[in-house]
């Protein structure tokens, strides 16, 4: 379906759908050839001559047409075409027999029981049409049970009138030997005719792609193709129709891919729209409707969808009057990716145009985003801005458009979220209450911006084995999106329960391939999921609070270290608590010297539901607990990432106090993330498709 010459010359078609009585009559089969013949007949789409119903017009139905009436429908069809010099189109649908091994035969009488010899010969009519001279060639569209059947032998090809000088192109509903059902070649094909397809040129012909489109529509049987040029001279090629989504159209239309599918998907039910390709002829279209057809429901989505395009194209024109000179295919990947587009959107090739990002932005939104908003299209806009132009004030056209969208705050706070935007990937290891982990829930971030979720399932096991299928895929789901984006990914979050906590730190986990430890390669921070998911008993804003005080107390530079708990404060659980119940919640970070004999799982809890940091050796660490306070009060303000350099350069055979380190680390960017995650709105699933699906 690549490009095809065309030419002034009339093109001609005769649809013949040929009914059946009784039992055996072929249900919806005088809608479908008229469906193909209306399209055929479209001046924007198959630009043939509509001659009308009738035995000499360009449409025959009936029941029990007989074998001559066909036969001389099709002979004055070729006449009228070898008149004007140009193409024929012959399409019959209705019932076929023999196949199999033997010609195909279309049933013209009426009843199939009625004997070939009132029947027409397929194979013999297409040979003998195609080798008329005079036409510029001829395409049969055959509808029939045993459809390939009906092409020629190679004998009327290449000895007939013509002497294989001739252009044939023949599209079949089935095999030889299996059956059509329900007319879905007819129907699949005048719908890829009226809509059009999206990776073809300015024609759609007969040919390898049509009919790849064909058999992903057509699950019940498996049509094909036949194709013969022996055309002794150059000439335009044998095509079925104007493409209404050839990359020429839309640029004529100002509408891209996205707006094009749409657009004809929901202009398709709607009588009078044939030929609509732009913004302008639907508005002009819009416009001209009787009142009392513009509260029909179907009607209201194409308007809803006329101001979606309006949106579109005002963003288009400031977006390029503000970073005309800047953009590039890269900057607009690398923008696609920082505004949460999916994967498949950005890697597509070519790369998608500035105006293909924004109406997928639009076009893609929520279901129960606000109407006039998008939120995508603002995180779209403000990732080009922090790319382009990470300064404090935002560009005065971009200012304005966001003024008059209604959209100011929200462009100003994503385009903060976006500020010293580092990658960082948060894997949060879920437990739902149990005993163990049933899921890792992923989130890449920019800066302070979610821009991608996903959740990964667990086998039931022990840690970390049951993790690590997990987190593997996370990994590469993660690493995905930063290299669309041209990013790396260092530093890694990894939230977990308080049992996981007890003797698997997650740096150590064997997560690369099953074989290297995921704080060989990565930066990883453990975080304690308290304050995503409390324990029983506990109260999120309860945590949330205490996490809110732990950094206003660690802002206030008041505490060098860790306030460390000794061995009478860890004598039992009662004991410690009896020590927290004298000290305010969030007040410090606990540090634990030397590990208690027995009960540390339960008074790991007690400690993190009264501070969420917590510092306490390793159990395979035996060292002197004097010098290892002193060692974390040395490096107290480059922590948590002393304590990774730490790990890492142990690993290399480099020794040090702070390896012996265990931590679950709380921060702005931590607490930051916590709150959000507890603000977020909860909706049903389909309030979060795109509009166009709900």
Known sequence: MTGAATSAVSRHVLVVGAQCRGAEELPGLEDAARRLHRALVDPDLGACLDRGEGETGSLLVGTALGRTAVWNAISGAVDRAKADGGPLILALLGHGIGGCGGPLYFVTSGDTQDGEIHQLHVPSVIGTAANATGPSGLIAVIDTCHAAAAVPDQQSATAGLQQGGLRLSLLFAASAHLPAWSMNLSIQLAELLESGVSTAGDFLAVDDQLIKELRTRIHTQEPGGYMFDGAPTSGGSLWLAHNLRSASRRAAGSLGLLACERLHKLL???????????????????????????????????????????????????????????????????????????LEVVVRLPCPSLRDMVEYAVLC???????????????????????????????????????????????????????????RLVLVAADDGGEGIVRVEASLLFGSAVVHTAEFSCEPGPVPGALVSALDGALGWALS????????????????PTFVLLDSPPEEWKVIRGRRMLGVDYDVTTRWSGLLTPPHGERLDDMLHAGSQLLSSLQNKAQSGPSWLGSDDLSSVERLQEVLSRRRVGGCVWGVGALPEKDFGLMLEELLVHTPALIWPRHDSVCDTRALQDAITEHWDSLPKKLVLAFQERLEGIPGLLAGIRTTWHDAPWQDFCQRRAGRAVVAPQDVTPKEQA
């Open 268 to 342: 398709n039910p709607l009588e009078g729209t044939h030929g609509i390709s732009s913004q302008e002829q639907l508005k002009e279209w819009l416009g001209e409707l009787e009142p009392e057809r513009l509260g029909h429901p179907a009607v209201q989505r194409v308007a809803e969808f006329a101001r979606d395009l309006s949106v579109c194209a005002v963003a288009v024109t400031v977006l390029e009057e503000t970073f005309r000179e800047d953009l590039t295919d890269d900057l607009l990947r690398k923008a696609a990716v920082r505004a949460g587009f999916p």
């Open 365 to 423: 939104q929520s279901a129960v985003a606000p109407t006039g908003q998008s939120r995508t299209l603002v995180h779209f806009v403000a990732a080009l801005a922090h790319l382009i132009g990470p300064g404090e004030v935002l560009p005065q056209q971009l200012a304005a458009w966001a003024a008059r969208s209604g959209v100011s705050a929200a462009l100003n706070s994503r385009v903060i979220e976006l500020r010293a935007a580092t990658p």
């Open 481 to 496: 999106r930063l290299a669309a984006a041209g990013e790396r990914l260092v530093p890694v979050d990894v939230s977990v």
